[in-house]
């Protein structure tokens, strides 16, 4: 009884933390986006405020997709913890049960979106290299909120694996529940 | 699935009833029924000890096997 307790506890704190997570990233994601918009229809000098003003001087095309590469990255991120605060909050997480067909969607839905924002965060990462060696002075990549790609794309794997396991556990357990 | 269960026939012969069954047998009404509509994946020794010993019947007397058959398009 006292383990189910703190289990409880502990995904009723996890569930807090993502909804500030959730909301910190929507904002974020927002801010790239605004940033984008103000800088085309506003004042082009609202590029620097994420220190790519010298991209926007060298070809502001250029700066608009490294603009959108950001926004894209933010948007998978706060997709990613929108589906864990709705997991959390729907309270499907059956202990007795684990090996739902529910579990394995949330589980394979986490592995692309993982994958999707490791392949953006490669793709920003590798342009941004390409500016430095045309001379352009660039932030580095946490700045640009492209950073950590081989950790996306480790946790996307490591979550296909465990997707794959969880995909043979439903038949296991579904055949476990028709044996009389 | 080609094998059939003719728990139903059985039961209609002792003229038994399933929820005597599932009491002789010790199996909820739910998984009883999952074996009579030919739903079951699998079924335990145990499980075929106790119909048969209730049913006072053969293990070949509750399931038979149909081979399914194949279309022959030239006849």
Not at chain 1, 134 to 144: A, C, G, S
Request: net charge positive; proline share 2%; glycine share 6%.
């Amino acid at each position: 009884m006292e383990i189910k307790v703190e289990t409880k506890q502990i995904l009723k704190v996890l569930h807090i933390i993502s909804w500030i997570i959730f909301v910190g990233l929507c904002i974020e994601a927002g801010s790239f986006i605004y940033n984008a918009i103000s800088t085309y229809f506003m004042n082009p000098r609202n590029a620097s405020y994420f220190q790519l003003s010298n991209l926007y001087e060298y070809d502001s095309g250029y700066f608009y997709i490294e603009i959108l590469l950001m926004t894209i990255v933010g948007v998978l991120k706060a997709i990613l913890f929108y589906i864990i605060v709705k997991f959390l909050q729907d309270k499907k997480l059956n202990f007795m049960q684990p090996f739902t067909v529910y579990m394995k969607r949330f589980i394979f839905t986490l592995t692309y979106l993982g994958l999707g924002i490791g392949l953006f965060c490669v793709w920003g990462a590798k342009y941004r290299e390409w500016f430095m060696q045309q001379e352009v002075k660039m932030p580095d990549v946490q700045t640009l909120n492209i950073g950590g790609a081989d950790v996306w794309l480790f946790m996307g794997i490591t979550l296909f694996i465990i997707a794959q396991i969880f995909k043979r556990g439903i038949e296991i357990q579904s055949e476990n529940e028709l044996t009389v | 699935m080609s094998i059939i269960v003719n728990l139903d026939v059985m039961m209609a012969r002792r003229k038994m009833s399933l929820n005597e069954l599932s009491e002789k047998v010790d199996l909820t009404l739910s998984n009883l029924s999952i074996l009579k509509t030919g739903k079951a994946k699998a079924i335990r020794f145990s499980t075929l000890d106790a119909i048969c010993k209730a049913l006072d019947c053969q293990p070949g007397d509750l399931f038979e096997f149909e081979q399914l058959k194949k279309r022959n398009p030239g006849k």
